[in-house]
């Protein structure tokens, strides 16, 4: 009697995606140990967003074709939940994330693309990515004395402007 009561939610709203890429050929046996060096993005509306860095302090977020990032092969595409949002608020909110994101606060180990998909998807449809997409930087962060000079930098946060930053 209680299995005819119990329905299923339809799956309502547009699917969101995360491609995760292999960037290294080791990912081949480290993923069966959950690590590896994995770039991730964000698939919504046929298009899809990844966090790069660079030295400027415009937004360093890309828009690509999905599935498509620099000829790297594609280790999943996970379904990770759907949106409610259309098309253009869609695109709306990733403009407004962009800010958060300059390409000159790309770090590998403490603001990586990996964090800004995490992000997108903690904002969007409330849910995170799996562990094991970001688990290396995570597991560096405890050892960065370790790393490389350069690496354990932690990058400068966006600045908020306000109305009174502006005045002179």
Known sequence: ?????????????????????DLMPINR???????????????????????????????GIV???????????????????????????????????AKEYPGNSYNIIYRNCNHFT??????MIKKSIPGWINRLARINCLYSCLLPDGWNEIPPRPAVVTATNNRK
């Open 29 to 59: 046996y480290a993923y069966w140990f959950g690590f590896g060096f994995y770039h991730s993005g964000l698939q919504v509306y046929g298009v899809e967003y990844a966090f790069g860095g660079s030295d400027s302090s415009r937004p």
């Open 118 to 123: 995490n992000d997108a998807c903690r904002k």
């Open 1 to 21: 009697m209680l299995c005819g009561m119990i329905r299923k939610k339809k799956n309502t709203g547009t699917p969101v995606y995360v491609n995760v890429y």
């Open 63 to 97: 828009k690509l074709e999905p599935k498509q990032f620099q000829g790297l092969p594609v280790r999943k595409s996970i379904l990770i939940g759907r949106t409610e949002m259309n098309e253009e608020e869609c695109r709306q909110f990733i403009k407004k994330l």
